[in-house]
Every structure is written in structure tokens, then in C-alpha cells.
């Protein structure tokens, strides 16, 4: 087994243990709505017409769903690693009652029975049933799950759509080698997004058709986590989206990417693992795999911080995402951008019984010559036991933003970065650290406000059932935010504390009960010991640390 291997087998589990804590893939899914009575969508039309051929959704109260549409043909045969083709027309009425195929992944990420395929290239919509006020604002959701796993179904837009009279888009794009593999030895004028191109496709159905669920093409607002919010900043440094959308919000996600030489060796090494050797025909001989085979090699292809990413060096990406928001080079519209306040907290978990020589050892493989001052910073007896270097690693891998830049003073620096070239920015950190999460198997261990639990408070599923009223609360202050940000370009909301942009040296925390605040930047930058990691050299960690 590969160094490569093992680290992906170890991150997986890990991956597997976040999405079990936070409820990542729970979903109020179609199987409450399909079993209503058609007798409630009776006082208006189920039937839209798109320009592919005309679709029947299904009522759920006051919402109606269109699900598992398509927005490209089905990305397999000689569609497979190409740029998403037109979608075939059809005769008749499609039903849109159910999810479309999730995209091959290797980590099931969802608790619903929906198959998986190459023929995943699937959309659902959900809209208020009445839709007689005009156009309405467009939030465009792109899931998360490290472009390794993840799918539309998972996000269940029906409230947002019928509280706060928002159309929700959520998508399914390519994801693992299906979606980011730039081909060995094909010259063909592509990076290997693929997966990206997907998100460009769906953005294209929605200005050709929104309309017609009551959407607005002109008000639309790409949102995403994680992977998503990788997603939404290489879109924004994207020249091919240019256009496609009115606003941004990226949540736990940052600007990483792969350079040319980077994905070529990540591709080489995948051919070797498919029995694809010779430098040659890697090609033609990576095609002619059956897509089970091409994912059963995946497991070489993964992990949190060695897995796919955007690539440099196509039309679609010229330059990395991060060098386009210092240089200005972006698709300039208003942005919200934010974090929890543990992200990796959950990552720590193999360090939870580690003794103090081990934590003192992993910081010097972490860091190096920086080992001691860190150290310093954060001494091991200063954190609880009997977890302390799981909460100590954690601090400091939020602080340091050393995973993929996310969270912490780097993450703070990117927004500022946003914000020398457009005013309308906006920062939040997400601080509820008794958000309800899956059990760890550790006594007491405290997750706190770890990376994806924001996600029920905008999507529901099971989580959200075990809701404080406080939460409850809290849940529906980020809707109306994230409702507003869409509908104004700015996260206003009636009754919520007002959100001023970074500019103004503010930053949103989000609480439950009545510590929903603004903190001030430098408070921020205190809180994360910025003062010091921003004086330090040091690098993104390359792969996930393990105990």
C-alpha cells in the first residue's frame, strides 16, 4: 500500500467521522412530499416548461420541488472527462418527483437510498407555491464533501424557499477522478474541471430557466461549503463564469489549488492504480475502464488535504483562485465569507489520547523550526485534559488556517484581500458550540462549533430536530441573512443586528440566544493570536495529520 493509499484510508475515516458529527448528507427528502395528496397542488400548475421540454414537479405544503432534472447530457461513453455536452430534448412531460443519481463517490455521504453513477448530472429546484410577487432571488447551492463525495440531495431548500420567498437551486456535478483528472497524454485543450464546468453548466439552466419556477437570472447568488466554498472562489477567479451570477457566499471554504504539474502527477499516479502504465495510452486505456473499476482506484485519489482541487491553467481557470483575488482578477460581485469557530476540531480527534512529547513532536513535523514558538503559544497544559492535545492541535490549526488556508488569520487576510477590490464584503463566524452533532465515542469530548455543523441551520434534517429554541432562533437569523445577502447583496434581515461589511473593521458572529453580535477585526485577530502567525513563514500542511 502507497504512502498515498494509507493516508487516504486514514483521512477517510476521519471524513467519515465529521459527516457522521455534523449530519452532512441528512436531508428532508421527496418521500414526505410525494405522498400528499395531489389535491393540494390542484390551485396551480405543476407543470413548467424548460428548454429541454416541459417537467412536473410535486408539492410539499407551500413549496413546490422539481427534482432530478437535467442541466447536461449524461457525462458518460465519449462524454466521459469532457466538458458537459447540451442536454437532450425530450417529448412529452418529465416527471421531476424524484433526486437524479448522486456522481460515483467513494464515501457514502447521504442517509437517503439515491443510486450513484456516471449519469449524475441532475438539479432540483424548490420554490415558493405562490409566486405571484415578481421575480425572486436565486440561491444556487454547491454541496461540499471535499470533491470527493457529496450531491444535491442531501440540502433540502424548502425552507429558505418558503420563509423567505427565495428560489433554491441544488446541483450534482462530477466529482473524484470522474470530475478533476487531467487526462494523461490528452491534448484537448482542457485542465481536468470538469467538475467545475458542471457548476458553470447548471448556472447556464438557471439563466435559460429560472424564470419559470419564479426566479430571477439576473439575482442570482452562487453558495457553497467546503469543497462548495472552494467551488465559489475558483468561480469567482473563473473568466467562463463571468456573468453567470450576482453575488458569492462561501462558507468553510477557501481559494486552494492544484498547479498543471501538480494534476499531472495526481493523474499519472491514478493510471498506474487502474492498471493504466504505459505512458502512451494511459488515455485511451483510462476510457476503456469501466466506471466501478475507475472507482475502485479512487482510494488513491482522495483525502482532506490530498484530494482533487480546482486546476490551473485551462480557459476555465488561467490563474489560481488566490492570485486572482490579490490581483483583482476576479468576477467582482458582493461576497459573504465565513467559517465555525472549531473547523478542525473534528480532524483532531486521533490526537484525543496523544501525551504531551507527542503533541510536542507533531508540531515539530508540522512545523518545523517553528515548533518551539508554537509551543509556546499554545502550551499543552493550558488546554482540558483529558483531550488536550486534540483541542490544542485543533486552536492551532484554525488559527494557523494551515488547512487549505481555511479559517484563522489567513482566512481573515482573504477577506481583506476581497475587500481592496469590492466594498461589499462580508465576514461571519459561526460560534455555536453546542450545535447538535452525531456521538464521537468519546466521553465528553467537546466539537464545539466544528467544521460543516452550520449546515442544518440552513438545510434542516435530523440535527435540526434537536433544536434548542435558541437554535431554532439562530437557524432562522441565518436564513433571513443568507435570504437577504441574495435578494439585496448585502445580509440584511428584519429584526436581525445589522451587518456591516469587513471594511468597516466588523465581523458577524453567529450564536444561539441573544450573542448573535459584531465583533471588531482586531478582536478577531486577538482571539486567533494573529499577531504572531502573521510574522511567521510557513506552509499549508500537505497532507492530514495523524496520531
Known amino acids: 500500500m502507497s504512502v498515498r493509499t494509507r493516508l487516504f484510508a486514514k483521512t477517510t475515516i476521519v471524513l467519515a467521522l465529521t459527516a457522521a458529527l455534523t449530519g452532512c448528507g441528512t436531508h428532508a427528502g421527496p418521500e414526505h412530499a410525494a405522498s400528499r395528496s395531489q389535491a393540494e397542488s390542484d390551485s ?5 416548461t424548460t428548454k429541454t421540454g416541459d417537467v412536473e414537479g410535486i408539492s410539499a405544503g407551500q413549496v413546490d420541488q422539481f427534482l432530478g432534472m437535467p442541466y447536461a447530457a449524461p457525462p458518460v461513453g465519449t462524454l466521459r472527462w469532457e466538458p458537459p455536452a447540451p442536454t ?34 441532475y438539479l432540483n429546484v424548490y420554490t415558493p407555491s405562490e409566486r405571484t410577487g415578481g421575480p425572486l432571488p436565486v440561491l444556487f447551492w454547491i454541496h461540499g464533501g471535499g470533491f470527493m463525495s457529496g450531491s444535491g440531495s442531501q440540502s433540502d431548500g424548502s425552507q429558505i424557499a418558503e420563509k423567505f420567498n427565495t428560489v433554491v437551486v441544488t446541483i450534482n456535478y462530477r466529482l473524484g477522478a470522474f470530475g478533476f483528472l487531467q487526462l494523461p497524454g490528452a491534448d484537448d485543450g482542457t485542465a481536468g474541471n470538469f467538475g467545475l464546468l458542471d457548476q458553470q453548466a447548471a448556472l447556464h439552466w438557471v439563466q435559460e430557466n429560472i424564470a419559470g419556477f419564479g426566479g430571477d437570472p439576473s439575482q442570482v447568488t452562487i453558495v457553497g461549503q467546503s469543497a462548495g466554498g472552494h467551488s465559489v472562489c475558483a468561480q469567482l477567479a473563473s473568466p467562463t463564469a463571468s456573468g453567470l451570477f450576482q453575488g458569492a457566499i462561501i462558507q468553510s471554504g477557501g481559494c486552494p489549488s492544484h498547479s498543471t504539474e501538480e494534476a499531472q502527477a495526481d493523474a499519472a499516479s491514478f493510471a498506474v492504480s487502474t492498471g493504466c502504465s504505459e505512458p502512451g495510452d494511459m488515455a485511451q486505456c483510462l476510457r476503456s475502464r469501466s466506471g466501478d473499476e475507475l472507482l475502485a482506484a479512487s482510494t488513491n ?17 488561467p490563474i489560481a483562485p488566490d492570485a486572482a483575488i490579490k490581483s483583482g482578477s476576479f468576477n467582482n460581485v458582493p461576497i459573504m465569507i465565513g467559517e465555525t469557530r472549531d473547523e478542525t476540531r473534528g480532524w483532531a480527534i486521533p490526537f ?43 486552536t492551532i490549526w484554525n488559527d494557523s488556517s494551515v488547512f487549505y488556508g481555511l479559517g484563522g488569520c489567513q482566512y481573515l487576510t482573504l477577506a481583506n484581500e476581497m475587500a481592496v477590490h469590492q466594498p461589499r464584503v462580508f465576514f461571519y463566524r459561526f460560534d455555536d458550540e453546542h450545535a447538535p452533532t452525531r456521538e464521537t465515542k468519546l466521553p465528553d469530548f467537546n466539537v464545539g462549533a466544528a467544521h460543516s455543523t452550520q449546515l442544518p441551520y440552513l438545510w434542516g434534517g435530523e440535527l435540526a430536530t434537536r433544536f434548542t429554541p435558541e437554535q431554532q432562533q439562530l437557524s432562522q437569523t441565518m436564513m433571513a441573512y443568507w435570504a437577504g445577502f441574495a435578494a439585496h447583496g448585502s445580509p440584511t434581515a428584519p429584526t436581525q443586528p445589522e451587518w456591516s461589511a469587513i471594511g468597516e473593521g466588523k465581523i458577524m458572529v453567529l450564536d444561539s440566544g441573544p450573542n448573535t453580535r459584531t465583533v471588531s477585526t482586531e478582536q478577531y485577530a486577538a482571539d486567533h493570536r494573529c499577531g504572531f502567525w502573521n510574522e511567521q513563514n510557513y506552509n499549508w500542511l500537505p497532507t492530514t495529520p495523524t496520531a
Open 88 to 121: 437532450p430534448t425530450w417529448d412529452g412531460i418529465r416527471s421531476a418527483a424524484e433526486f437524479g443519481p448522486r456522481c460515483y463517490q467513494p464515501v457514502s455521504s447521504g442517509s437517503n437510498d439515491v443510486s450513484y453513477g456516471e449519469d449524475c448530472l
Open 352 to 394: 484525543a489520547d496523544v501525551t504531551e512529547d507527542r503533541y510536542k513532536q507533531e508540531l515539530q513535523e508540522e512545523f518545523g523550526p517553528l515548533a518551539h514558538a508554537v509551543a509556546d503559544q499554545y502550551p499543552y497544559s493550558s488546554f482540558p485534559s483529558p483531550y488536550g492535545a486534540a483541542y490544542a492541535l485543533s
Open 44 to 48: 396551480h400548475s405543476l407543470v413548467i
Open 301 to 317: 485519489f482522495g483525502g482532506i488535504l490530498t484530494g482533487p482541487l480546482p486546476i490551473v491553467g485551462g480557459p476555465e481557470l
